[in-house]
């Protein structure tokens, strides 16, 4: 069966930084799109990066030059290193995996996706 496992959210200050971690297992992610998701209290999940099997990334607007995600092929576990981090960034943070078929354009929406982690919480106080 094939699991995603996020990690590594936690209860960080604002300006301070997180590391999430997404472990997955039953096979290999290393060749295929993933992305990472949040969502707020009370809002639809939005998206936050996406990486395409080629290694190219794609970063919501509002993340630019804050985040970065990458992957450790050897590990099959995708990163997504967290700086400056402000309140609004509060949220469970999802990654994703397995486009689906007549998947959208730039595979940026929750609805590209079949397979989820659980999520991790990530909590950025004032």
């Known amino acids: 069966q094939v699991q995603l496992a996020e990690s590594g959210g936690g209860l960080v200050q604002a300006g301070g930084s997180l590391r999430l971690s997404c472990a997955a297992s039953g096979r290999t992610f290393n060749s295929y799109p993933m992305a990472w998701f949040r969502q707020a209290p009370g809002k639809e999940r939005e998206f936050v990066v996406r990486?395409?099997?080629?290694?190219?990334?794609y970063y919501a607007d509002f993340v630019k030059d804050r985040f970065t995600t990458t992957r450790d092929i050897t590990k099959n576990t995708m990163y997504l290193q967290m700086i400056s981090l402000k309140p609004e960034d509060t949220a469970v943070y999802y990654c994703?995996?397995?486009?689906?078929?007549?998947?959208?354009?730039?595979?940026?929406?929750?609805?590209?996706?079949?397979?989820w982690g659980q999520g991790t919480q990530v909590t950025v106080s004032s």
């Open positions: 994703a995996g397995d486009l689906k078929y007549g998947h959208s354009y730039y595979y940026t929406l929750p609805s590209d996706y079949i397979t």
């Open positions: 990486i395409s099997a080629s290694g190219d990334t």
